[in-house]
């Protein structure tokens, strides 16, 4: 029995396959890292302008924190499957078609971006409250509180944040292979559900499995280098 299987194993696992396997890899950590850095890079700001104007804040403004807070909520809301449906319009805009990795990207970036905004507000609120009392009795602007105390103090956090977004769009990723993104999940489908080839299957979800605990060991060793406390 474990003869016929290993056999059926060798047989199935063609150079070719292997090839298709590396490209896939490539391309989910490709997906993974542009989308996780597009969303920290539109969604920082966002969740920073959500925590300073809230009640308390620097810059408090009732309005402008209702407005950002009721966007981040509804981002976070629609189910990406949804989305990534939703979207296709506007990617094949942005990208020229809607098929690929870099197609993949666009709506995995828009389904992160409210996500990271939350982590990066929950991050602020870790601050402790007397901080931005001190950091203003010593004549610190509110740009130099945020640059000087806020970020700094919750870079450990937000470190975390990142990680977590990047481990959700891996997974995503895969998802997004359904329709033709490309990377581990297309390759999961293409071949290994459509082609009835088992083994690929396991094999993409096993570098799929290695590629976050190794994302998240990485982002763990990273928030605590970078925790003074």
Do not use: C
């Amino acid at each position: 029995m474990f003869d016929q299987l290993w056999i059926d194993f060798t047989n199935e696992l063609t150079p070719r396959v292997w090839e298709l396997v590396g490209i896939s890899t490539f391309e989910t950590i490709y997906m993974g890292i542009i989308a996780t850095l597009f969303s920290v890079v539109v969604g920082l700001p966002i969740g920073l302008f959500g925590f300073l104007t809230g009640q308390g804040r620097i810059l408090e403004h009732s309005t402008s924190h209702k407005i950002l807070n009721m966007i981040i909520d509804i981002g976070r809301s629609v189910p990406f499957i949804i989305l990534l449906v939703i979207l296709l319009p506007f990617t094949r805009i942005v990208v020229g078609t809607t098929l690929g990795t870099t197609a993949a990207i666009v709506p995995l970036t828009i389904t992160a971006i409210p996500f990271f905004a939350r982590l990066t507000s929950n991050a602020l609120l870790e601050i402790p409250s007397g901080l931005t009392e001190a950091a203003k009795s010593m004549g610190a602007t509110n740009w130099q509180i945020v640059t000087k105390y806020y970020l700094p103090e919750s870079t450990p956090i937000l470190i975390n944040g990142i990680t977590l977004t990047l481990v959700g769009i891996i997974g995503y990723s895969a998802m997004a292979g359904a329709v033709g993104g490309g990377g581990l999940g297309n390759l999961a489908i293409t071949y290994g559900e459509h082609r009835n080839m088992v083994y690929v299957k396991w094999i993409a979800t096993i570098i799929i499995v290695l590629i976050v605990m190794l994302s998240q060991k990485l982002g763990d060793s990273l928030a605590k280098r970078f925790d003074h406390r």
